[in-house]
């Protein structure tokens, strides 16, 4: 069973105010072209496939289109919703499509979906679970006490009874970690306000392949039968040395699974430069690499300078961050680190003296010190 | 400060209590409060305010009627409680609004009430100790609870955009700059305080002519001018003193002197008086002898004299009274005579009487005349009426009858009707046959097209079947030939055929070209088979068809025959014209019996009415005419009297000429018997009124006589008495020695005379002896005495009070001059005194107040100082919610001082280099601007307040501003802010919160109030 492992599309976003609806329409032009290629027997999307829980009009198009194609490119799709899909919405018209070979899986209803898709070893039976929240598992669960994403997951997993002798494929939409290692993470993941999302890799170490989304870089999580595809362009500065792919696994007889990663290539770049500005935006500069390129720019002047980012967006149209440094932020660092200190309070005695200090020149007298102090006193008196 | 439990009852819009259990959205992190507009979101943050501090949250929500929900009644309470816990303890505060509605007017008046319960279970009910521990157990008062903690709806944008005066206000209410300000004030006061006193004391120094730099020479010289005066003033004391003793010892003596000389004078005027009085002594022995004669011509006369006098009087009137009497009788006797003569004066009465009488009696006939008359001519008219009518009756009736007699014959119509009712019949019954005929027809048409198809299948299914079998046979021959050539295959020659049993194989069979398997065979023998039987199944179907054709045919024609006698099957195609001519017929004839069936109705009806109101009329007729003939007959049996018999036609006239007549007749009787009545009517009264004239005259005759009598027999009586008493007068006139009445009168006194004469005398006697005794005494006081000098002793008192006067004075002026001087050198001594101090200190403060009060003055510098720190704190946030894009600067420019010392915000926006007024920032950019504040102010506060520790935050509205870029990277540094140990509520519609944010309070709007669920 052949099958293409993409997720984390995000259908719809834009980049610091940048709308990557091209870059992800060359994106799908590529995977479809790569379908065609290899002639998978499945395509697999695990989750985050628009960027908001009710995406634009030119979104929907899009997705639209891609999966016209795919349909037409006689190859079953199987699809769950991610942490940022609307699950109800995703789920609009799945039982229909079913019957076009497209399994789309948004809502959880208590009940874990399984498609059997077969091959000349048998079956191989896909598991859609979408994206979960501990309080949506509860409604179902609730009894058993699920509290952490942990327990909603088991719970999820436990009753499906699932036959682990047979050959099976979760596709699920979460964030998993091993015991151990910190996983790749980036920005543009978003991690829900207010609670802790990690699941265990453990739950589902036992499929033959877990085809995960949510974490855009495409990497294996613990073992190699746990792999997050990532997601198919740039869509944060922390992904930029990352190199985009969509991957493509092989499972034949029961444990032998081999997977590819096919290159994704964007249309622009994202990358970070760093210089002064009058460097940065000289010819020589601006012509070594694709100019229209997703930058962020670090200028390391020690001057004030005049509209940096016009002067940049003149050169470089697609400047999405502007950052400084140079010896005031460092400076600005240390002061903030060092302002902690310092701020604490002064006593009104204290901070009179200095006062006094800097206007008259001179410290006060004794005599003038005791009249400060005993009018400060009385004078906090008298203001409570 | 961290909310643990709210209820809140009747106040916003929820009507009933609802709570909300802040431990169910756990003890970190964010949480959402979401709703329909004006569910009551803002309100949950004004409950929490208000329960605090007894406000609610933004400016313009502070009215508490406004608090109160309209779903209550007007008599539940509001109120709202908050559980919290601050500095490890946990507090109740309940906070209650209750209504009185005055029973009179119906007049609503609301009280507050306040519970504060401390850890210990202790309360606080009054605001003033319930605000203070508030302020001390969060340790913030309402204000920095607004800026700082509670960010209201509109409400955050105030200290990011105000200037610089309230942001000074704000500021010192948050950092209590204001005890500082007090400072430089006091400073200030001081500092003029000690240079008041400086110039007071320069000023009393100038008063006093003393030149603060000679002060001691000055000093001195008065305190030896002082010891001078002190001595004189001593002298001149001691000299007033002998002064004084002089004074008096004179005085003593001048009184004495006074004393005696009285005394000397006193003797002198008792002798002249004894002198006068002896001098009247005659006077008075005069005076007595007429007093004794008074006395007696009082006492012993006077009485008799009255007596005679009253006698006179009564005899006098006595006299008076008869004449009268004797007057009136005459008058009484004159009238009666008079009265007698009018009464016989009269006409008689009773004749009058009976002339009236009988005009009466005519007058009554003449009326009952008239009456009779008046009765006939009405009956007369009546009739005539009657009679008219009648006429107008018949003719009518003869209309009637001519109608009726206009009506066609109802018979004729009838039968009309019925010979149309019967064709229609016949022609109904015609359709019908020959719609029944054309069905059959069409049936049988039916049928013999299926029969035609089915024909065509079985045509098919034959060929198929021919096909099928050859194709079997086909298959059979190669089949067997196959069979064959493998047996023939199998053939040695020699060995016997199996087939055939011959040895000899002349011609194997060769294999057949093509094979055959058995399958195959079997499969085409079953194929022809269901040929076959397709085939069969067909063909018994067409047989059955055909039969059932052909009894529909049968039957077809017969029935056809049954209509059209001899008509042949072709004949049914014309069966269709025929039903339709058949059809519209009947139609027709339908119609025209409808037609013909309604105008008979019609007619009938007519014909039904005519004839009714004939009958009617006729009735009528006969009615009246019985009814007229009865009454005429009466009425002429009535008239006779006045209408002979044979005038009848003329009866009208006559009657009324009759009824005329007598009525002129009754009217001029009736005149005459109005006038004899009146005149009788005053014949009566005047008999009656002579009568009673004459009767009273006879009365009043008799008792004038009887009155004259009495009055004559008491004059006599009073005439002997009158003689009497004045007997007695004279008898007493010579008892008294009074020679004759008019000495009598000259002597007599009355009693107060008397008395007065009686009083004079004694009065002398008594001066008299008075007189004596004093003249007795004066003499021995004044014996051997003599008559002292006053007028010496006056002149020398004089001289000793003028010296004593001279004296006074000139001491006086030198006392007060030495008051005087001793007062002002001690007052200047002490301004001397203070003086050196005051300059000291005066120096040292006024130097700390110029600094205090300068050009940038102590407050400014310190809350500059805080607002430096507020921005740095605010910063740090604000750079990761704009991406290192924006930061906040305090504006600086202007001169040295100035620099330090304003309150301006500017934004520094890093993608341009430049600083623009904070003014200038988008909606959403102005609320992360403002939030980044909020959270920076919260920093530094809890830093310099020690103590306080803001555990919760609530941020109501402004994240609609933001896209979602800016709402993450908010979202996030809250996010980070709240950690594990602080909840932030917010409150927002934005719908991307509501998915991003986990733990949700959702307000819903019912119709008896808002709800509030955790989700």
């Not at chain 1, 002064?276 to 000289?282: A, F, I, N, V």
């Not at chain 2, 609610?56 to 508490?64: E, I, K, T």
């Not at chain 2, 079997?472 to 055939?500: H, S, T, W």
């Not at chain 2, 007959?633 to 006239?653: T, V």
Request: hydrophobic content about 40%; overall charge negative.
């Amino acid at each position: 069973m052949k099958f293409l492992h993409l997720s984390d599309l995000h259908i719809g976003k834009s980049v610091n105010g940048f709308s990557m609806l091209e870059e992800q329409r060359h994106a799908f032009r590529q995977i479809l072209g790569y379908i065609e290629a290899e002639r998978p027997d499945a395509a697999v999307v695990a989750g985050d496939v628009y960027d908001r829980a009710v995406p634009g009009v030119e979104a929907v198009r899009l997705f639209d289109d891609f999966l016209t194609e795919l349909s037409g490119a006689s190859v079953s799709l199987l699809l769950v919703s991610g942490n940022h899909d609307s699950p109800e919405r995703l789920n609009y018209a799945s039982r229909l499509l079913s019957d076009k070979n497209i399994y789309i899986c948004g809502a959880f209803d208590g009940e874990l979906k399984s498609v059997a898709l077969p091959d000349e070893y048998g079956e191989v039976r896909f598991w859609l679970l979408p994206f979960i929240k501990p309080s949506s598992a509860r409604a179902f669960f609730g009894g058993r006490g699920v509290e952490s994403y942990d327990d909603a997951l088991s719970a999820a997993l436990q009753s499906a009874n699932i036959d682990y002798a047979a050959r099976n494929v979760l596709i699920a939409h979460q964030f998993f970690t091993p015991a151990r290692a910190q996983p790749l993470r980036s920005e543009s993941e978003l991690s829900p306000a207010g609670g802790i999302d990690a699941v265990s890799a453990e739950l589902i170490s036992r499929f033959d392949y877990a085809a995960l989304g949510h974490l855009h870089g495409a990497q294996s999580v613990g073992a190699d039968n746990l792999r997050y595809a990532g997601s198919p362009v740039k869509y944060s500065l922390s992904e930029r040395r990352q190199e985009k792919s969509v991957t493509l696994a092989e499972l034949r007889k029961k444990g032998d699974l081999t997977f590819a990663k096919l290159p994704l290539t964007p249309i622009h770049d994202m990358r970070e430069i760093k210089g002064e500005l009058d460097k940065l935006t000289s010819r020589e500069i601006s012509e070594l690499a694709d100019k229209e390129d997703y930058l962020r720019v670090i200028l390391t002047d020690e001057r004030e300078l005049a509209d940096p980012m016009g002067r940049l967006r003149s050169v470089y149209p697609n400047v999405m961050a502007l950052d400084f440094e140079n010896s005031r932020t460092r400076a600005d660092i240390s002061e903030t680190a060092g302002g902690r200190e310092q701020a604490e309070a002064l006593s009104p005695y204290d901070l009179f003296s200095e006062f006094f200090l800097e206007v008259s020149g001179a410290a006060m007298s004794a005599e003038q010190a005791e009249i400060a102090r005993e009018l400060l006193e009385s004078a906090a008196e008298a203001a409570e | 400060m961290k909310p643990l439990k709210l209820t809140m009852s009747a106040f916003g819009s929820y009507a009933d209590a609802q709570t909300i259990d802040f431990a169910e959205l756990g003890s970190g992190g964010l949480y959402l409060i979401t709703g329909e507009t004006g569910s009551g979101k803002t309100t949950i943050f004004d409950a929490i305010s208000y329960a605090l501090f007894g406000k609610a949250s933004g400016r313009a929500r502070d009215n508490y009627k406004m608090l109160r929900s309209d779903y209550a009644s007007g008599r539940v309470k509001t109120s709202v409680s908050l559980d919290f816990a601050a500095g490890g303890a946990v507090y109740n505060i309940t906070r209650a609004i209750t209504p009185h509605i005055a029973r009179k007017t119906g007049e609503t008046t609301y009280t507050d009430s306040v519970a504060l319960t401390l850890a210990d279970k202790t309360t606080l009910d009054r605001d003033r100790e319930v605000s203070a521990k508030i302020s001390e157990i969060i340790g913030l008062d309402r204000d920095q609870f607004a800026q700082i903690v509670m960010l209201a709806q509109n409400d955050f944008l105030r200290f990011l955009q105000s200037g610089t005066d309230e942001r000074v206000k704000i500021l010192r209410r948050i950092f209590g700059t204001g005890s500082l300000k007090y400072f430089q004030e006091t400073l200030k006061a001081r500092s003029k305080e000690a240079s008041d006193g400086l110039a007071l004391c320069r000023r009393d120094f100038e008063r006093g002519g003393v030149d603060p730099h000679r002060r001691e020479e000055q000093f001195a010289e008065w305190d030896a001018r002082i010891k001078q005066d002190k001595t004189a003033l001593a002298e001149a004391d001691k000299k007033l003193a002998e002064l004084d003793e002089r004074s008096e010892a004179l005085a003593a003596r001048t009184a004495v002197a006074k004393e005696l000389s009285k005394k000397f004078e006193g003797l002198a005027a008792t002798r002249a008086a004894l002198f006068w009085h002896a001098a009247r002594m005659g006077e008075m022995s005069r005076l007595e002898a007429r007093r004794v004669r008074g006395e007696t011509a009082l006492r012993r006369v006077k009485p008799f004299a009255d007596k005679a006098a009253e006698a006179e009087n009564l005899f006098a009137s006595a006299r008076t009274e008869l004449a009268r009497a004797k007057a009136e009788a005459e008058a009484a006797l004159a009238e009666l005579a008079e009265a007698k003569l009018a009464l016989s004066g009269l006409p008689s009465l009773d004749e009058k009487r009976t002339a009236f009488d009988a005009l009466k009696r005519e007058g009554e006939k003449a009326a009952e005349t008239r009456g009779k008359l008046t009765a006939l001519k009405t009956e007369y008219d009546d009739i005539s009426a009657k009679r008219a009518a009648l006429l107008t009756l018949q003719k009518e009736l003869s209309d009637v009858t001519g109608v009726i007699s206009g009506l066609p014959a109802l018979s004729g119509e009838q039968a009309a009707l019925e010979a149309l009712k019967r064709e229609r019949e016949e022609a109904e019954t015609l359709r019908d046959a020959l719609s029944a005929l054309n069905g059959d027809y069409e049936a049988l048409i039916t049928q013999q097209a299926r029969l035609a198809a089915l024909r065509s299948e079985f045509e098919k299914l034959n060929l198929e079947f021919s096909a099928a079998e050859s194709g079997f046979n086909a298959a059979e021959e190669i089949f067997l030939r196959g069979q064959a050539g493998l047996l023939a295959r199998a053939l040695e020659n020699g060995k016997p055929c199996p087939v055939c049993g011959s040895a000899d194989h002349p011609a194997p069979a060769c294999p057949a070209d093509g094979s055959v398997t058995e399958n195959e065979l079997k499969k085409a023998r079953e194929e022809a088979r269901k040929a076959r039987k397709r085939r069969e199944d067909k063909s018994n179907e067409c047989a059955v068809l055909r039969a059932r054709l052909d009894t529909l045919r049968g039957r077809f024609l017969a029935d056809l025959r049954g209509v059209i006698p001899g008509a042949a099957e072709e004949a049914g195609a014309l069966i269709k014209s025929g039903l339709s001519a058949a059809n519209a017929r009947l139609a027709a004839l339908t119609e025209k019996k409808a037609d013909a069936e309604k105008k008979l109705s019609d007619l009938t009806e007519k014909w039904n009415e005519a004839t009714q109101r004939r009958d009617a009329l006729s009735q009528k007729r006969a009615e009246l005419r019985a009814a007229a003939e009865t009454r005429a007959k009466r009425f002429l049996a009535d008239a006779l009297e006045f209408i002979p018999s044979g005038e009848e036609g003329a009866a009208g006239e006559r009657l009324a000429e009759a009824l005329a007549l007598a009525q002129a007749e009754s009217g001029k009787l009736d005149a005459r018997k109005r006038a004899d009545e009146t005149e009788l009517a005053r014949l009566e009264r005047e008999h009656k009124a002579t009568a009673d004239r004459n009767a009273g005259a006879e009365l009043k005759n008799q008792s004038a006589r009887t009155l004259a009598a009495e009055r004559e027999r008491r004059e006599t009586e009073q005439r002997e008495k009158r003689a009497h008493s004045a007997e007695a007068f004279a008898e007493a006139l010579r008892t008294h020695n009074f020679a004759d009445e008019a000495e009598y009168e000259n002597s007599l006194a009355s009693e107060e005379e008397l008395s007065a004469a009686a009083k004079r005398l004694s009065d002398y006697e008594k001066e008299g002896e008075r007189l004596k005794a004093d003249e007795n005494r004066f003499a021995r006081e004044t014996a051997a005495q003599e008559k002292p000098d006053l007028e010496k002793l006056a002149a020398e008192t004089e001289a000793v009070n003028g010296a004593k006067v001279e004296t006074r004075g000139k001491r006086d002026e030198v006392r007060s001059r030495l008051e005087r001087t001793e007062r002002v050198y001690g007052e200047l001594r002490q301004s001397a005194a203070r003086y050196a101090e005051l300059e000291k200190r005066y120096a040292a403060v006024k130097q700390l107040s110029d600094a205090a009060n300068g050009r940038l003055d102590f407050e400014t510098y310190a809350q500059t100082a805080y607002f430096e720190r507020v921005l740095r704190a605010a910063n740090l946030r604000l750079k990761a919610m704009s991406q290192n894009r924006y930061a906040l600067l305090r504006k600086t420019d202007g001169g040295d001082a100035r620099k330090r010392s304003g309150l301006e915000l500017e934004v520094l926006d890093s993608y341009t280099g430049k600083a623009r007024s904070a003014n200038s920032l988008s909606g959403g950019e102005s609320f992360l601007a403002s939030l980044a504040l909020a959270l920076g102010l919260s920093d530094v506060v809890q830093r310099s307040a020690g103590g306080v520790r803001l555990d919760a935050m609530f941020i109501d509205e402004g994240f609609g501003s933001l896209d979602p870029d800016a709402l993450e990277l908010a979202l996030r540094t809250l996010s980070d802010m709240a950690g594990s140990g602080r909840i932030i509520g917010i409150i927002s519609h934005v719908a991307e919160l509501g998915e991003r944010v986990e733990k949700r309070l959702s307000v819903e709007k019912t119709p008896s109030g808002s709800k509030i669920r955790v989700i």
